[in-house]
């Protein structure tokens, strides 16, 4: 069963929604500016940093969300 155009543009709009919240929550907790984040994101932390995960998460969300059309 393939989904309808109106099905993906949906779920383009969605996931596009949570990963924005998402960047703009964990922007807020690391202290970072949301205006300087770019279509990529270079962790500014050793892999053995307390915080890493999360910096390594928002890296993740911000190249899924450059993927969406």
Do not use: N, W
């Amino acid at each position: 069963m393939a989904l309808s155009e109106a099905q993906i543009e949906k779920a383009q709009t969605d996931a596009r929604a949570f990963l924005e919240y998402s960047i703009l929550g964990l922007c807020s907790c690391l202290g970072i500016p949301v205006t300087s984040i770019g279509d990529s994101y270079e962790i500014p932390v050793d892999a053995d940093d307390e915080f890493y995960r999360f910096h390594d998460a928002l890296a993740r969300q911000v190249a899924a969300l450059a993927l969406l059309p």
